[in-house]
């Protein structure tokens, strides 16, 4: 089993008609990568704090529709945090919070996961709203010293984070050291500062880096890199396209655990998926036999 731990929220998506509309959408970085795995057909559980409000009860919906365990899942009476995206002409997406009191941002540390669990991911709002940031890493920090295979998608938010220098020092100090895979964006690695050699001699084996309509590249510690480009496709927006990516590489990477990683073909299969997301408004991952043939 993957588990994935961090937000669940509803996106507040611009609609086409009538014009200044918002049509409310399942979201937040760990629900999709989640949600995508479910989907791709990986065997997945949720760990977070969710709403016990209409839009809880929906965001978990949609996560059993995909098949993915909410056991793990807590609750609570406070309202969901809600994510008003604007979007630029290209599909790309920038984002504003509504955070103050939300059930997510309460979430504590659960006991030990199953011992059939394989890899843990974290990232996004979840890694800067204490009370909740503390837990996580702490989740993060002890399932890595099991032994568990761990991806960190930062995925910056810069609105939420009021001390930039502190989140820097947190990730760089407390949270690589824990990590095996560190997923960025171009924009996220901008904000973050440092680079590949730094991020790799801090902890993770394996830097993996979005690009973009340029694809991705991989540095591994051993030295290798590799480069997929990006498959050409008519952009609705790029929503979801990155947590479709930690999905896709979470899926091949817990799927054959002590064997050589294909990177090459593990890079092609997260395009593949993260193309397939971007051709859809809001974060809709597609199915594992979308992605076949």
């Not at 790309?92 to 919070?97: C, K, L, R």
């Not at 824990?178 to 801090?202: H, M, P, Y």
């Not at 396209?241 to 979470?250: I, M």
């Amino acid at each position: 089993m993957i588990v994935v731990g961090g937000e669940a929220l509803i996106d507040l998506v611009p609609a086409v008609r009538p014009p200044g509309a918002l049509l409310p959408r399942p979201g937040g970085g760990p629900y999709n990568t989640a949600l995508a795995l479910g989907r791709l057909g990986a065997e997945v559980a949720f760990c977070s704090r969710v709403s016990a409000d209409g839009f809880g009860e929906n965001l978990l919906a949609g996560l059993r529709s995909a098949g993915v365990d909410v056991s793990l899942v807590q609750r609570g009476p406070e309202p969901t945090t809600l994510a008003v995206p604007s979007l630029a002409p290209d599909g790309s997406a920038s984002y504003g919070f509504y955070v103050e009191g939300t059930a997510d941002r309460l979430f504590t540390l659960p006991p030990a996961l199953p011992d059939g669990v394989r890899a843990l991911a974290l990232g996004t709002c979840s890694l800067v709203l204490e009370p909740g940031a503390s837990a996580y890493e702490a989740l993060l920090r002890r399932e890595a010293g099991r032994g568990l295979l761990t991806l960190l998608d930062p995925n910056i938010r810069p609105a939420l984070i009021a001390d930039p220098a502190a989140y820097r020092a947190r990730f760089r100090e407390r949270l690589l050291p824990s990590t095996t895979v560190l997923k960025l964006s171009e924009e996220d690695a901008a904000w973050l500062g440092g680079g590949v050699r730094d991020w790799l001699a801090a902890g993770p084996s394996a830097v993996v880096l979005t690009r973009g309509a340029a694809g991705l590249t991989v540095w591994t510690r051993e030295g290798e890199e590799h480069s997929v480009a990006a498959r050409r496709v008519a952009v609705a927006d790029t929503i979801g396209a990155g947590d479709t990516v930690n999905a896709a590489l979470l899926h091949r990477l817990a799927g054959a655990p002590g064997r050589p990683v294909d990177w090459p073909d593990v890079l092609a299969y997260a395009a593949r998926a993260a193309a397939l997301t971007c051709t859809r408004a809001g974060a809709e991952p597609p199915y594992a036999a979308e992605l076949s043939g």
